[in-house]
């Protein structure tokens, strides 16, 4: 062995000085006792692999943010603990193996699942940039929801003016392929390398034929509510979706058509000069091989018909905002001619009401949905510039009007005589022969009850998930929010990433948003997407889960607890766990939960973390504490407790893992045979774990232990459990006192 002072150890002068060691002494492994690895163990695996030892052999003790900085006032103590530290990274060295990392050939084209305006523009931006893209739509034309919008703010230009070429470009692209009115069935594989099965609804018309001469939609005798317009007008079994729509083709609606299984009217077939309906036409699967995966299926319209305080449904005058879209649109039922359904006048006095299905705990959804204020905003200019002697009261909790020109739009508004009352109406009642609207509201800023009647009331409705995003999450083995949108790898440093690497977020699917906010978190997510797709392959950290088939028999709770789906188990087969290297984060859930040894983690082996205890605790174990901190938030937290010199005892023995999952029963049970008086287990807050959900499992093994320690006679609050941020050093340092005052109580 070699002991080295350097004082910079990772400037170049440093550097040059471990090689220089490792060369003459011919190391086979180096500890560098300095600052946390969190900082620059990717410099001295550089500075290793230059002089010839695999990365993977060095260790690092963090005496400086561990230590020094953290027990400014105990130099002795402080001393103690920092030869406990090198000790405990010289026994984790001596079991170090060198470690190779996988390399992963990529396929250089991306899968988009969406086809809004989030997901043209990321297929567009991915196309342009050279890449092969598949967009999947699972409607019969792209669009989303912004091809059913008259105006947008706050420029307040046209929709489908602004949609419709870039519609018209995607359609063209010969890098693009368009795969409207599909669905995707299955996904498997992992970055660079994603197998898709995509199922393409049939259309029963051939969209490469067609001519859109409508001559078929003109014969057809079914008759049904146009779903584009709201219900306001009607639409035909044979029909196109809108006359921008891309594709630019007819499609049957099978379901209501008359003319299949058996073929009782035909009608069609005989009106179609082009002979491009084909009424048993049969849905296909097609296979697909990408390298990203670009999930941009937009969000859902919150229903109000359970709020029955406002009439929705049983008051024609009561609409949601995405019917008077149409209503005021000049490609509408009424051709941008404003009237209330009830008896089709104009409507001199009309409500808003803001906030319905958001912020609410009860009914609806929690959060805000970000864009009702604007669109009500923009509504009632539209308004006012048809009908400038209109009446028009927004009832509000608050205005949010916080982005770039909302404020002055919002100020425009209120200076053509748009009323805002700070209050929401209790319940709607019916004149039963004007068929007018009357309300009572609490108008807090007057603090009066005030009431209303108004010719029309717009319910301004939120976003939510949509309802087939559960799904789609299972098959791309995606987390959702508690409010059910999917959830980024971290909402600050890669707010559109997925967890699992090589999929990648765009628009309201991640949260509620507005087109310039979707149209912008797409192109970051192209942008992202291409990191991946220009590269010839990519390189994959070593940390990894191996089988050992002699010792699986097969269980399948390996495969239950990977949070990445890394793991197939086939249980009536019983031929082992196989496990996708690639597809493995090296979290060590699945190791930490196999009740039969048989899966090891590569870098962070049972035998490393046991060395580790027992060093630690190699003398005087009464006195230390030991503490298992994952890599991403409860280690990080112990940093920057460092950084900021927060001062707490030094009794305190840490041993990183990746994450809080990698921690088993038995590491635990050892720390205690081996004299611990206290145990905790720390990392990332439930719902924030950086391996989408290992900690849960964490959680549940923890709850487990604590029942079976009454039966091994360890008290049970002497193992303990706490999450802790990158963000909490505060928090760090004063569990740090608080286990200090517990391990004093603790008798032998």
């Known amino acids: 062995a070699v002991s080295v002072r350097n004082r910079y150890t990772c400037a170049d002068p440093g550097q040059q000085e471990i090689k220089k060691h490792i060369k003459e002494h011919k190391l086979n492994r180096v500890v560098v006792a300095s600052c946390t690895p969190r900082l620059h163990e990717?410099?001295?695996?550089?500075?290793?692999?230059?002089?010839?030892?695999?990365?993977?052999?060095?260790?690092?003790?963090?005496?400086?943010?561990?230590?020094?900085?953290?027990?400014?006032?105990?130099?002795?103590?402080?001393?103690e603990k920092a030869k406990d530290i090198v000790k405990i990274a010289v026994a984790r060295a001596r079991l170090l193996l060198p470690q190779h990392e996988l390399e992963i050939p990529v396929t250089d084209a991306a899968l988009v699942i969406g086809g809004g305006v989030a997901g043209?523009?990321?297929?567009?931006?991915?196309?342009?940039?050279?890449?092969?893209?598949?967009?999947?739509?699972?409607?019969?034309?792209?669009?989303?929801?912004?091809?059913?919008?008259?105006?947008?703010?706050?420029?307040?230009?046209?929709?489908?003016?602004?949609?419709?070429?870039?519609?018209?470009?995607?359609?063209r692209h010969r890098r693009i392929e368009l795969m409207a009115n599909s669905t995707i069935e299955e996904v498997s594989g992992y970055v660079g390398n994603f197998k898709v099965r995509v199922r393409k609804r049939a259309r029963f018309v051939d969209e490469t034929l067609c001519s859109v001469c409508g001559k078929c939609a003109e014969v057809c005798p079914v008759v049904m509510p146009d779903e584009l317009q709201q219900g306001f007008s009607s639409r035909k079994a044979a029909y196109m979706p809108f006359p921008q729509a891309v594709p630019s083709s007819y499609l049957i609606d099978m379901e209501h058509c008359l003319?299949?299984?058996?073929?009782?009217?035909?009608?069609?077939?005989?009106?179609?000069?082009?002979?491009?309906?084909?009424?048993?036409?049969?849905?296909?699967?097609?296979?697909?091989?990408?390298?990203?995966?670009?999930?941009?299926?937009?969000?859902?319209i919150y229903d109000p018909t359970p709020l029955d305080e406002y009439g929705y449904t049983?008051?024609?005058?009561?609409?949601?905002?995405?019917?008077?879209?149409?209503?005021?649109?000049?490609?509408?039922?009424?051709?941008?001619?404003?009237?209330?359904?009830?008896?089709?006048q104009t409507p001199k006095r009309i409500g808003f009401i803001q906030c319905v299905g958001s912020r609410t705990k009860n009914r609806g959804n929690p959060y805000c949905s970000n864009v009702c204020c604007m669109n009500t905003i923009k509504d009632s200019l539209?308004?006012?510039?048809?009908?400038?002697?209109?009446?028009?009261?927004?009832?509000?909790?608050?205005?949010?009007?916080?982005?770039?020109?909302?404020?002055?739009?919002?100020?425009?508004?209120?200076?053509?005589?748009?009323?805002?009352i700070r209050g929401m109406p209790g319940d709607i009642t019916e004149d039963s022969t004007t068929r007018n609207l009357r309300l009572k509201v609490e108008n807090t800023t007057s603090a009066r009850i005030e009431q209303y009647e108004l010719d029309m009331v717009i319910l301004s409705v939120g976003m939510e998930p949509r309802g087939h995003l559960k799904r789609l999450t299972n098959i791309l083995n995606l987390s959702q929010t508690s409010d059910g949108f999917v959830m980024e790898a971290h909402p600050k440093l890669r707010p559109v990433d997925a967890p699992t690497p090589g999929i990648f977020f765009a628009g309201c699917v991640e949260a509620?948003?507005?087109?310039?906010?979707?149209?912008?978190?797409?192109?970051?997510?192209?942008?992202?997407?291409?990191?991946?797709?220009?590269?010839?392959?990519?390189?994959?950290?070593?940390?990894?889960?191996?089988?050992?088939?002699?010792?699986?028999?097969?269980?399948?709770?390996?495969?239950?607890?990977?949070?990445?789906?890394?793991?197939?188990?086939?249980?009536?087969?019983?031929?082992?766990?196989?496990?996708?290297?690639?597809a493995c984060a090296g979290c060590g859930t699945c190791a930490a939960e196999c009740r039969f040894d048989a899966i090891a983690m590569q870098h962070f082996s049972d035998a490393q973390i046991m060395a580790q205890i027992d060093a630690a605790l190699e003398s005087e174990p009464e006195k230390k504490?030991?503490?298992?901190?994952?890599?991403?938030?409860?280690?990080?937290?112990?940093?920057?407790?460092?950084?900021?010199?927060?001062?707490?005892?030094?009794?305190?023995?840490?041993?990183?893992?990746?994450?809080?999952?990698?921690?088993?029963?038995?590491?635990?049970?050892?720390?205690?045979?081996?004299?611990?008086?206290?145990?905790?287990?720390?990392?990332?807050?439930?719902?924030?774990?950086?391996?989408?959900?290992?900690?849960?499992?964490?959680?549940?093994?923890?709850?487990?232990?604590?029942?079976?320690?009454?039966?091994?006679?360890?008290?049970?609050?002497?193992?303990?459990?706490?999450?802790?941020?990158?963000?909490?050093?505060?928090?760090?340092?004063?569990?740090?006192?608080?286990?200090?005052?517990?391990?004093?109580?603790?008798?032998?």
Not at 525 to 536: C, D, Q, W, Y
Not at 694 to 715: C, P, Q
């Open 42 to 79: 990717i410099t001295f695996r550089n500075c290793i692999a230059e002089a010839g030892l695999n990365p993977y052999v060095l260790e690092m003790a963090s005496i400086r943010e561990h230590a020094s900085w953290v027990h400014l006032h105990d130099r002795d103590a402080a001393t």
């Open 120 to 171: 043209i523009q990321a297929s567009l931006d991915l196309a342009d940039a050279g890449h092969q893209v598949y967009l999947v739509e699972e409607q019969p034309s792209i669009g989303g929801i912004m091809a059913q919008l008259d105006k947008t703010f706050p420029t307040m230009d046209c929709s489908i003016c602004v949609l419709g070429p870039k519609m018209m470009d995607v359609g």
């Open 625 to 748: 504490i030991i503490s298992f901190l994952c890599n991403w938030c409860s280690y990080a937290g112990g940093d920057l407790a460092g950084v900021s010199r927060l001062q707490y005892p030094p009794n305190n023995r840490f041993i990183r893992t990746m994450c809080s999952g990698r921690v088993a029963e038995k590491f635990i049970l050892h720390a205690f045979e081996k004299g611990a008086p206290l145990v905790l287990v720390s990392g990332c807050h439930i719902n924030d774990c950086h391996y989408i959900n290992a900690n849960h499992w964490t959680k549940r093994r923890v709850e487990r232990l604590w029942g079976r320690m009454e039966k091994l006679g360890i008290r049970p609050e002497r193992l303990q459990l706490e999450w802790i941020s990158a963000a909490e050093g505060p928090r760090f340092a004063q569990i740090m006192r608080q286990l200090e005052e517990m391990r004093q109580k603790v008798t032998p």
């Open 259 to 300: 003319g299949n299984n058996p073929v009782a009217c035909a009608k069609c077939l005989d009106a179609c000069d082009k002979h491009c309906i084909d009424l048993h036409m049969q849905d296909k699967i097609v296979d697909l091989q990408v390298g990203t995966i670009i999930v941009a299926t937009g969000m859902g």
């Open 314 to 344: 049983r008051f024609e005058n009561v609409i949601t905002s995405m019917e008077f879209e149409r209503l005021i649109c000049g490609g509408g039922p009424t051709d941008g001619h404003l009237i209330r359904p009830s008896d089709h």
């Open 512 to 582: 509620p948003k507005d087109i310039k906010d979707s149209v912008t978190q797409a192109g970051a997510a192209a942008a992202r997407s291409s990191i991946i797709l220009n590269a010839s392959k990519l390189t994959s950290e070593a940390i990894k889960a191996i089988v050992d088939l002699t010792k699986c028999n097969s269980c399948g709770v390996c495969a239950k607890v990977c949070p990445y789906g890394a793991i197939k188990v086939d249980i009536k087969a019983k031929t082992g766990a196989q496990i996708t290297a690639a």
């Open 382 to 420: 539209l308004i006012k510039e048809h009908h400038p002697d209109a009446e028009i009261y927004v009832f509000y909790m608050d205005i949010r009007a916080f982005g770039k020109g909302f404020e002055d739009l919002y100020r425009r508004s209120k200076e053509i005589g748009v009323h805002y």
